[in-house]
């Protein structure tokens, strides 16, 4: 038990270090492991309420709302019913889900449901309305249950040592905030980082689950969160995001930009992968760059999307990732913004049904593409602007 006083006490020293945490808390001195319940809060960072992040607004403020195949939405609506009902915020959804659910038959008016039972509020990130949307795919990978030539990468599973600590557990103001470290005699330090689980190889105490033929493939495989994997006899194994070593984010992108190895508009990911392609011997310093490093579980295969944090399957181009803290897990969300690399509008009704380590903030989203090439190319070169409403029930409405 004092270990794992020590463990919680200590590992507050690794917020700034947790992408699920908001950065840079105060750190704080922990008395001996005894008096470990009575030490010192931080003082979490000063962040909007979240009712004054939204505006309720009119129908007919919301850009091609009218113009939208809502129909298209029902059933993505319906899935997030059933991911709200086991979430926090379930019981304020729970008369309309029922609703929705009596009112699910052939020749369903979508829109009509959703002005009778819903009112549209208007995001704001505390600067305006106007925020960035990016894009996410399901990506296709070649690989092998056994290490062969050519199929050496490999894709691990969580790691027996890695820590995950639910901060609330001694402080009830860090709901929701967890941290991952690992022992070390009666210290909890930060989980190891790309570059020291990429030198541990083998020795780390994770089982490996697949060896693909790509670094950047399954670089991007752990950006994206999700994937199937084509074995040599034609099989699919499909992996899902797992758990994370706890270390910020990095883009890649970014840091060749500052480096001065591509322009600004060039940091797309097919931009990255022409770069790798052109300098293998530099590839892992680059990726080393990014001290984040992702583990996957294997799903049962299917034609479904693949799973997002709320639970359910994800719907190609009518799910989006959000930050939770302004969007609620499973909300509706009117989406107005443009399609890759251009300026035709992709204003439509989307469901906030995923998160991501770097969607941070209120007019934030991530949207998904789908699975395959032809996702992957929509989303590598999604980087546009855009303006959010979420649409919520009376119940949940805000205060």
Not at 60 to 67: A, E, I, R
Not at 190 to 210: D, F, H, M
Not at 273 to 284: E, F, G, H, I, S
């Amino acid at each position: 038990m004092r270990k794992i006083q020590a463990a919680l006490c200590l590992s507050l020293v690794l917020l700034a270090g947790c992408s699920t945490v908001p950065p840079t808390p105060p750190v704080v001195s922990c008395p001996p492991c005894a008096a470990c319940p009575t030490c010192p809060a931080p003082t979490p960072p000063v962040t909007p309420a979240f009712s004054r992040t939204l505006t309720l607004v009119n129908w007919s403020d919301l850009p091609g709302w009218t113009d939208d195949d809502v129909n298209a939405a029902w059933p993505v609506f319906l899935q997030s019913c059933r991911g709200m009902a086991s979430k926090a915020h379930g019981p304020a959804w729970k008369r309309v889900c029922e609703l929705a659910r009596a009112a699910d038959k052939p020749g369903i008016d979508a829109r009509r449901f959703f002005e009778q039972h819903l009112r549209p509020y208007a995001i704001s990130n505390g600067e305006g309305g106007s925020g960035m949307v990016t894009g996410y795919y399901e990506p296709l990978l070649r690989g092998s249950r056994v290490r062969t030539k050519g199929f050496e990468q490999p894709v691990r599973g969580v790691p027996d040592d890695l820590l995950t600590i639910d901060l609330s557990a001694v402080f009830p103001e860090l709901k929701d905030k967890r941290v991952r470290g690992r022992l070390e005699g009666n210290k909890v330090l930060p989980y190891w980082s790309r570059a020291e689980i990429s030198a541990k190889g083998e020795q780390l105490p994770a089982k490996t689950l697949l060896y693909v033929d790509d670094a950047v493939e399954l670089f991007f495989l752990q950006v994206q969160g999700s994937g199937r994997v084509r074995l040599p006899d034609g099989s699919m194994v499909r992996l899902n995001y797992a758990d994370q070593n706890g270390h910020p984010y990095q883009s890649i992108g970014r840091v060749l930009v500052e480096r001065g190895e591509l322009k600004l508009e060039e940091a797309s990911m097919q931009g990255i992968q022409a770069w790798a392609r052109a300098n293998p011997a530099r590839l892992d310093d680059l990726l080393n760059a990014n001290p984040s490093y992702v583990f996957f579980r294997e799903q049962p295969n299917s034609k479904e999307g693949p799973v997002g944090a709320l639970g359910v399957p994800l719907t190609a181009e009518r799910s989006i990732a959000i930050d939770p803290r302004s969007v609620p897990l499973g909300a509706p969300v009117f989406l107005a913004t443009t399609r890759p690399n251009s300026t035709t509008p992709l204003n439509r009704l989307v469901m906030a049904q995923d998160t991501g380590g770097a969607i941070k903030g209120a007019v934030r989203a991530d949207f998904f593409w789908g699975f395959g090439k032809e996702a992957g190319e929509q989303a590598g070169r999604m980087k546009q602007s855009g303006r959010m409403w979420v649409l919520l029930p009376p119940e949940a409405a805000p205060k």
